[in-house]
């Protein structure tokens, strides 16, 4: 069974930097997609960032482009975001995803999820 564990989350103040960490093991797939997704408080899950394990292919939702880099060490088997210039509106649970047809940061291509990590952003 596909696991997924994030990790990294905190609280921090807006201007601030996180990189959240993700573990996967057990994907039946040597190269597949990975996502971060959000959800923040009352509002629908949103596709951060993706990218295709060992590719260089990389997308990015318009809110963060510039500011969160999706990154990706496949030897290890880790997913990491590092997140600069954090906003307010970024404070939502992180999760790291995979299983995805189609690589992008739509939210319901991916068939399995971590069980988030809770990032905070105090103005």
């Known amino acids: 069974q596909v696991q997924l564990v994030e990790s990294g989350g905190g609280s921090v103040q807006a201007g601030g930097s996180l990189r959240l960490s993700c573990e996967y093991s057990?994907?039946?797939?040597?190269?597949?997609?990975m996502g971060w997704i959000r959800q923040a408080p009352g509002k629908e899950r949103e596709g951060v960032a993706a990218?295709?394990?060992?590719?260089?292919?990389?997308f990015y939702a318009d809110s963060v482009k510039g500011r969160f880099t999706i990154l990706q060490d496949s030897a290890k088997e880790m997913l990491y975001l590092q997140m600069n210039s954090l906003k307010p509106e970024d404070t939502a649970v992180y999760y790291c995803?995979?299983?995805?047809?189609?690589?992008?940061?739509?939210?319901?291509?991916?068939?399995?999820w971590g069980q988030g990590t809770q990032v905070t952003v105090s103005s």
């Open positions: 990218v295709i394990t060992g590719g260089e292919t990389s």
């Open positions: 995803a995979t299983g995805a047809d189609y690589c992008g940061t739509t939210p319901r291509y991916f068939a399995y």
């Open positions: 057990r994907y039946k797939y040597t190269r597949h997609c």
